[in-house]
């Protein structure tokens, strides 16, 4: 085990290290950062003072070298719109952000596992076609036209959770289920085909013919087995949320991450894009590491590849 936690860890500096690089290219790619910071109406002297100013005239590799130290102790600069430093941004937006994709992570699993257990356990069922259902609705139904639901359902009908602002925990509910839905089909179908799977397998029969509770197969000996893509699954939809909760940001007001980087491109304040940019590609790096340890500890065999 030990052995694959290094090689899992080596592998994942290398992508973090490629990320950054990436993420800071990708910017310098798009255009010249002088001429955007001047303004296109800017003298040909002010755009040269101003890579000066920001070390923009100097190779690409010690930019990058430059930046990359800096990062790594925390600082991506200064914001060219806002009062302050891009780590003081990330820093207050991100807890919301996390709450948001962690509550939607929850409600996801809290779904998708056992309705993808009842559903593998009785195909062909009334409740398996309900599951398959619930599938082809939650991934054809935009997850911003479900959080526009829920708001006039919730919010202006009945009037039990807040529509915007983030006072308290009651404000991350209806965004957390927007955010949840649209993660709980592919993961329930994911549930269930692995069940489908595990419950044929011999030591599942084996376990019912020694006479255990079904409740003892179904999680001790079938879940566990069945749950490793799940996981793994869990792991890229958490990311995702952290990443592309913009758009649920924005319709309940709430200011996190997403919805700064949306404000950071529109505004061109290219250090703040290029510091969430890090911050997002190092969560997806750590969650993927983590997800493959769990695996490991879930699955023996993973351990030998």
Not at 116 to 132: H, I, P
Not at 236 to 261: C, D, H, K
Request: charge should be positive.
């Amino acid at each position: 085990m030990l052995r694959f936690a290094v090689r899992r860890l080596l592998l994942a500096l290398a992508v973090a290290f490629t990320v950054s690089a990436i993420a800071f290219m990708l910017l310098r790619l798009s255009g010249d950062l002088a001429t955007t910071l001047a303004g296109q109406e800017a003298r040909a002297e002010d755009v040269e003072r101003i890579r000066q100013q920001f070390g923009l005239d100097r190779p690409l590799i010690l930019q990058y070298g430059d930046w990359l130290w800096r990062a790594l102790r925390g600082d991506f600069g200064r914001s060219l719109f806002y009062p302050e430093s891009v780590g003081a941004l990330i820093r207050d937006r991100l807890p919301n952000t996390a709450l948001l994709a962690s509550l939607g992570l929850v409600i996801a699993l809290g779904l998708s596992i056992p309705l993808g257990m009842a559903a593998a356990l009785w195909r062909n069922s009334w409740l398996d076609r309900l599951a398959l259902m619930l599938a082809v609705l939650g991934q054809a139904m935009p997850n911003f036209w479900f959080a526009l639901l829920l708001v006039f359902l919730f919010g202006m009908t009945l009037g039990w959770l807040p529509i915007s602002g983030t006072e308290s925990f009651a404000n991350f509910i209806m965004p957390a289920m927007a955010l949840g839905w649209y993660a709980t089909p592919v993961l329930m179908r994911l549930t269930r085909a692995g069940m489908v799977d595990v419950l044929a397998a011999d030591y599942v029969r084996t376990a019912h013919a020694k006479g255990l509770p079904l409740r003892v197969v179904l999680v001790k000996h079938a879940l566990r087995n069945a749950v490793v893509p799940v996981v793994a699954l869990a792991a890229v939809q958490f990311g995702n949320m952290l990443s592309g909760s913009v758009v649920i940001e924005t319709v309940f007001a709430l200011q996190g991450i997403g919805y700064l980087a949306w404000e950071s491109i529109s505004r061109r304040d290219f250090p703040v894009v290029q510091g969430i940019l890090l911050v997002v590609a190092l969560f997806y790096v750590v969650l993927t590491l983590l997800t493959d340890l769990l695996n490991a500890w879930l699955d023996p065999r993973i351990r030998s590849r």
